[in-house]
């Protein structure tokens, strides 16, 4: 069920800090244990230094502990089915499995869902960097 997961987003979506963009974003991210840690877009007057929604979900979701993520769902106020930016594919990718699901949404609920493996085919992976070395 994954109306709970939509709900976490929508709900942080109202906390954006956007005044720049006018773009609100909210993220949600379920754990396999059932955590749900969400987030919102946060914008910054000098522009480049702003992050998104996915972001700031992920760093709830690593400051709650980490884990493995079963679930993601965005929304965002103007634009449904707007899909996570290239920087937050990779970032989500980190942590996300090939098969773990990401809803797309509008203001209503979920529209699509997608696995990370379909939209993040050939994400960049290297082995001999050590990826979860100490
Ligand atoms: N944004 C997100 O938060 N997530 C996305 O998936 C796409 C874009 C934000 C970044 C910026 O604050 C605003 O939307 C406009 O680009």
């Not at 992920?58 to 634009?79: C, D, N, P, Q, R």
Request: net charge negative.
């Amino acid at each position: 069920m994954s109306k709970d997961l939509f709900d976490a987003a929508f709900a942080a979506m109202q906390k954006t800090h956007s005044p720049y963009s006018r773009f609100p974003v909210g993220a949600a991210i379920r754990t396999s244990d059932g955590r749900i840690y969400s987030g919102c877009n946060i914008e910054v007057i000098s522009y480049p230094e702003g992050w998104c929604a996915e972001t700031t979900a992920l760093s709830h979701f690593v400051m709650g502990g980490g884990g493995t993520i079963t679930e993601i769902a965005v929304v965002a106020e103007k634009k449904a089915k707007c899909t996570p930016c290239g920087g937050c594919r990779q970032r989500l990718a980190e942590f996300a499995g090939p098969e773990t699901r990401l809803h797309l949404c509008d203001n209503n609920g979920i529209v699509e869902t997608l696995t990370m493996k379909e939209l993040f085919p050939y994400g960049f992976e290297a082995e001999v960097l050590g990826k979860g070395a100490a």
